[in-house]
């Protein structure tokens, strides 16, 4: 009779050890989008392999680029944030190192002269951007897949004030999780 508890104590343990060594061979599955290759279309200005990138679906974009402008050389130039009175528009876009390479697409539609890309939270690689302005003409800057630092630069200057379509933007986090900013200012 008294060995009963001590049996039950012992059968007690034994399932508890199994359930524990059970639940520690469980694997944690996580779905992650699919990895395809950047599209450009004919006249992409850039020549080099472009990444694998995961695709934010985003919003359908009015206009595609029917002709490509020279690219321009990205130019790490710190600049300040003009006031939010300035600015016509803006976009914030959150992306994770273990995503790897994204590719994401801001609708703009609205005229300005000069766009600042902001980077928070930590440090961001970029391969292109590429502005879609309104009548179709496309200007990429070739970041060269650099890595920059958080701050604020000046993206692309055209002071005769055009309206943009819209932006995409070929980027990957070099920290944990980066936030990329997109300003129009007019």
Same mark, same amino acid.
């Given at each position: 009779?008294?060995?009963?508890?001590?049996?039950?104590?012992?059968?007690?343990?034994?399932?508890?050890?199994?359930?524990?060594?059970?639940?520690?061979?469980? +694997?944690?599955?996580?779905?992650?989008?699919? &990895?395809?290759?950047?599209?450009?279309?004919?006249?992409?200005?850039? &020549?080099?392999?472009?990444?694998?990138?995961?695709?934010?679906?985003?919003?359908?974009?009015?206009?595609?680029?029917?002709?490509?402008? @020279?690219?321009?050389?990205?130019?790490?130039?710190?600049?300040?944030?003009? @006031?939010?009175?300035?600015?016509?528009?803006?976009?914030?876009?959150?992306?994770?190192?273990?995503?790897?390479?994204?590719?994401?697409?801001?609708?703009?539609?609205?005229?300005?002269?000069?766009?600042?890309?902001?980077?928070?939270?930590?440090?961001?690689?970029?391969?292109?951007?590429?502005?879609?302005?309104?009548?179709?003409? +496309?200007?990429?800057?070739?970041?060269?897949?650099?890595? &920059?630092?958080?701050?604020?630069?000046?993206?692309?200057?055209?002071?005769?004030?055009?309206?943009?379509?819209?932006?995409?933007?070929?980027?990957?986090?070099?920290?944990?999780?980066? +936030?990329?900013?997109? &300003?129009?200012?007019?």
């Amino acid at each position: 009779m008294k060995r009963s508890p001590v049996l039950f104590l012992i059968v007690a343990l034994t399932f508890s050890v199994s359930h524990s060594a059970d639940a520690a061979r469980r +694997t944690r599955v996580v779905v992650r989008t699919p &990895h395809t290759r950047v599209v450009v279309h004919t006249g992409f200005p850039i &020549h080099r392999t472009l990444p694998t990138v995961v695709v934010r679906t985003g919003p359908v974009v009015r206009v595609a680029p029917r002709v490509y402008l @020279p690219s321009v050389a990205f130019v790490a130039t710190v600049a300040a944030l003009p @006031p939010a009175t300035a600015r016509v528009w803006s976009h914030d876009e959150s992306i994770d190192r273990e995503d790897g390479w994204t590719e994401f697409t801001t609708n703009i539609d609205k005229r300005g002269n000069r766009l600042f890309l902001q980077i928070d939270r930590g440090a961001a690689q970029f391969s292109f951007a590429e502005v879609v302005f309104e009548n179709g003409e +496309t200007q990429v800057v070739d970041f060269s897949d650099a890595v &920059h630092a958080p701050g604020v630069y000046s993206l692309l200057d055209f002071k005769d004030g055009r309206a943009v379509d819209h932006v995409r933007v070929v980027a990957k986090a070099a920290t944990e999780s980066t +936030t990329i900013s997109l &300003h129009l200012v007019s």
